[in-house]
């Protein structure tokens, strides 16, 4: 019978945090495209032209707007996600086992402990990741059609669209997007939009990590070897890649409460109901897959190598303890 091991959460923690920087920062500009993509009521051609507007002025730093909330608040936002499911499966385990429904009960736990970190970070990345969007609408919207008029109707000869480049608009740091949310809507301005990220993160982790443990399960090929590092992170990408797609009309409703500025002609939205509601209503169920190839795209090798990682154990290298994984039971 597999004897339960002691688990160190300062160590976990610390693997955690370390395992968010290091995905995120291999998968950022591809979140900048979900989210922007999610945003935008069009089809893809804007997304797209904005996108090759961005490169042809040379602004790559656009590709990495939001990146340093980002990796700030992405240490505590992972430490806790994959540390307090480990805590949770290890409190609910006997003799080292679980049942499928106790794996669900650990990240669901899991996925409620990290939304405190995970409301205020998508909060503000979100802001700065949709800066440019609106300019961008601006730039390629047309500025002048001219009409050939016959009788009672009329035909639209030409259309020239706006090239020139756009207003300058002020970057506004996250800092300041903080101040001024604090100053506007008090601290539950950071808040906004939590039963939807609650609403995200709970099932994402209900069906991603008892799926991770099962799939890594398959690559042990003794009791006493280890998985290959390979096979976690194929095993992350797998689990990471289903689950995103699984809750992601979840998260373009949370990221469409969670944009502050829209652009002409876009709605405004008077929470979960109203925006399902609004959007089926004007847009149709296909929009609630925007930006889903985009999540997978991310969370698959985020969450791949967020998890090989981990299973590195940094932290217990650092605080002396002996590397193990609760996976391994």
Request: aromatic fraction near 8%; hydrophobic fraction near 40%.
């Amino acid at each position: 019978m597999a004897q339960q091991q002691q688990i160190s959460l300062p160590a976990k923690l610390i693997n955690g945090g370390v395992a968010g920087i290091v995905g995120v920062t291999c998968v950022f500009p591809i979140d900048l495209a979900k989210t922007r993509l999610q945003n935008q009521r069009s089809d893809g051609l804007l997304f797209i032209i904005h996108h090759y507007i961005m490169l042809y002025n040379h602004k790559y730093h656009t590709y990495i707007s939001g990146a340093a909330v980002n990796l700030t608040l992405v240490t505590p936002e992972k430490a806790i996600k994959l540390a307090a499911n480990d805590f949770f499966r290890h409190q609910l385990s006997k003799d080292g086992k679980l049942t499928v429904f106790k794996e669900m009960l650990a990240g669901c736990c899991a996925g409620m402990c990290q939304v405190t970190v995970t409301t205020p970070m998508e909060m503000l990345k979100i802001q700065m990741q949709d800066a440019g969007r609106i300019t961008a609408q601006q730039r390629v919207m047309p500025s002048v059609v001219t009409t050939l008029k016959m009788g009672g109707t009329s035909a639209v000869l030409c259309r020239s669209y706006n090239t020139n480049p756009a207003p300058q608009v002020m970057r506004l740091s996250a800092t300041q997007i903080t101040r001024e949310l604090l100053k506007t809507k008090g601290f539950l301005g950071l808040y906004k939009g939590l039963g939807a990220t609650l609403m995200r993160d709970i099932p994402f982790s209900v069906i991603y990590f008892p799926l991770f443990a099962h799939l890594h399960q398959l690559g042990k090929p003794s009791p006493e070897e280890s998985v290959p590092f390979y096979w976690s992170f194929m095993s992350g990408c797998l689990a990471g890649c289903v689950a995103a797609v699984a809750v992601s009309p979840c998260d373009v409703v949370k990221t469409r409460l969670q944009s502050l500025k829209k652009g002409a002609n876009e709605e405004t939205y008077n929470g979960i109901v109203d925006c399902v509601r609004k959007i089926l209503k004007k847009e149709g169920p296909g929009a609630f897959l925007k930006g889903a190839s985009c999540r997978a795209l991310v969370i698959a090798p985020l969450f791949g190598i967020a998890q090989v990682i981990y299973f590195v154990g940094v932290g217990e290298i650092l605080l002396g303890y002996t590397p193990h994984s609760i996976y391994s039971s």
